[in-house]
C-alpha cells in the first residue's frame, strides 16, 4: 500500500504547516547562512586570521562579553540609537504631519526636505566636528541626520493617504482645523508612523558605526575600530553580528507594538 495512501490528511496537512511555518522557514534560512559561511571559511579561500568561521566568531563574542566590558560598548550603542532617533522624530513629527495635511506647506517645505534626503549624512562630518568637537553631540546629531529628513517625507506621505471623507466629516460636524489635524488626521495616521519609524530605526542602524568611528571611547563601533589596529577580524565580525541581532531585535519589537495597538488591521482579526 502507497504510503500517501496510509497517511492521514490532517497528518499531511501538520506537515506542510511545519514546514511552511514562518518558524521554520526563519530557522532554516539561519542555518543555510552560517553553514554556507563555515563551508567558505573551510575551503580556506582566504588567511583564517581575515576570514574566520561562524566558531571562532562565537567564541570571539563570548571572550568580548565576558573579558572585555562588550556590554558596557553595547549599552552606550543602544542608547546613541535611542537617544537620536527619539529626537529625530520629535523634529520630524510636526514637519511631517503639516506638510501631508496642508498643500501650502507641501509646496514650501517638501522640496527642502526631499533635497537634503539625498545628502549622505557622512559628508556632514567635517562641519559637526568644527561645530559640535569630537563629544556625544557630534555622534547624536549625525545619528538625526541621517535619518529625519526620510522621517519628514515618510510620514507627510502616510498623512496624505487619510481618506479625504474623513476630514470632510469633521469638518461638518464642526471640528476646528487643529482638532481635525490632532484628532483625525494624527490618529489615522498613527499605524503607518509606527511602521515608518520601524523602516528608518533600520536606516539608524547602518550609521552606527560611522559615527562612532570618530574619537569613540566607547561603542560596538569604537571596539570594532580598536580590534582593527590588532587585526582581530573575529571582534569585527562579532561586533556586526551583534548590530544585526540588535536591529532585529528592535525590529521584533516594532511589529509586536504594531500588532498589540493596532489589532483592526490585523488580517485575521
Do not use: C
Not at 572585555?68 to 520629535?90: C, E, G, H, P, Y
Not at 544585526?244 to 488580517?267: E, I, M, V, W
Amino acid at each position: 500500500m502507497d504510503v500517501a495512501e496510509t497517511t492521514s490528511p490532517d497528518a499531511l496537512a501538520s506537515v506542510r504547516a511545519l514546514f511552511g511555518s514562518r518558524v521554520f522557514l526563519g530557522a532554516l534560512g539561519w542555518t543555510m547562512f552560517v553553514g554556507g559561511w563555515w563551508l567558505a571559511a573551510n575551503a580556506q579561500l582566504a588567511p583564517e586570521r581575515l576570514f574566520p568561521g561562524p566558531d571562532r566568531v562565537f567564541v570571539s563574542l563570548y571572550e568580548l562579553l565576558t573579558e572585555k566590558n562588550f556590554a558596557a560598548d553595547i549599552w552606550a550603542s543602544v542608547k546613541r540609537i535611542l537617544t537620536s532617533f527619539s529626537i529625530a522624530v520629535l523634529l520630524a513629527m510636526p514637519f511631517g504631519l503639516l506638510i501631508g495635511a496642508y498643500r501650502p506647506v507641501d509646496r514650501l517645505l517638501a522640496p527642502l526636505a526631499g533635497a537634503f534626503r539625498y545628502l549622505p549624512a557622512p559628508a556632514f562630518i567635517p562641519l559637526l566636528l568644527m561645530w559640535l568637537g569630537t563629544g556625544e553631540e557630534q555622534k547624536i546629531a549625525l545619528l538625526v541626520i541621517g535619518v529625519v529628513f526620510f522621517l519628514i517625507i515618510m510620514i507627510a506621505d502616510v498623512t496624505r493617504q487619510v481618506p479625504r471623507v474623513y476630514t470632510e466629516t469633521a469638518r461638518t460636524l464642526g471640528l476646528r482645523p487643529v482638532q481635525i489635524l490632532g484628532s483625525v488626521i494624527f490618529r489615522a495616521s498613527l499605524a503607518g508612523y509606527v511602521d515608518v519609524f520601524r523602516q528608518l530605526l533600520a536606516v539608524s542602524w547602518t550609521y552606527l558605526v560611522i559615527a562612532e568611528i570618530v574619537a569613540a571611547t566607547d561603542g560596538i563601533g569604537a571596539m570594532m575600530m580598536r580590534a582593527k589596529r590588532f587585526v582581530h577580524v573575529d571582534d569585527i565580525m562579532a561586533g556586526i553580528l551583534v548590530i544585526g541581532l540588535l536591529g532585529l531585535l528592535f525590529d521584533a519589537l516594532f511589529k509586536a507594538l504594531h500588532r498589540g495597538a493596532f489589532r483592526y488591521l490585523q488580517p485575521n482579526q
